[in-house]
């Protein structure tokens, strides 16, 4: 059984950082290109980061210079660092693991929210 395990989230005031993982279990994840996508109340789901089978990463361009992804193919887990934040960024973070066209697995989500 495939899942994605995300931790991490939480409460922070503007500016600070917060840490989210992702453990991804149940088959060999390291051709997948795995990241992090995220939703606002009322708000499409819109990519965050990812990165490739390769280290290869992908950031949007509204958290790129604050936000960095990384992965261990060994554990098979990726990892979002997330600095300077902006209430712009509060959401519900979700872990994602595809390998196109055949899968896509999501984790549940984990909530950020950026408050003073």
């Known amino acids: 059984q495939v899942q994605l395990v995300e931790s991490g989230g939480g409460l922070v005031q503007p500016g600070g950082s917060l840490r989210l993982s992702c453990e991804a279990s149940g088959r060999e994840f390291s051709p997948y290109t795995m990241g992090w996508y995220r939703q606002a109340p009322g708000k499409q789901r819109e990519l965050v980061a990812e990165?490739?089978?390769?280290?290869?990463?992908t950031v949007a361009d509204s958290v790129k210079g604050r936000f960095t992804i990384s992965r261990d193919l060994a554990k098979n887990t990726v990892v979002l660092q997330m600095n300077s934040l902006k209430p712009e960024d509060a959401a519900v973070y979700y872990c994602?693991?595809?390998?196109?066209?055949?899968?896509?697995?999501w984790g549940q989500g984990t909530q950020v929210t950026v408050s003073s």
């Open positions: 990165i490739t089978r390769d280290g290869i990463p």
């Open positions: 994602n693991a595809k390998l196109p066209p055949w899968f896509n697995y």
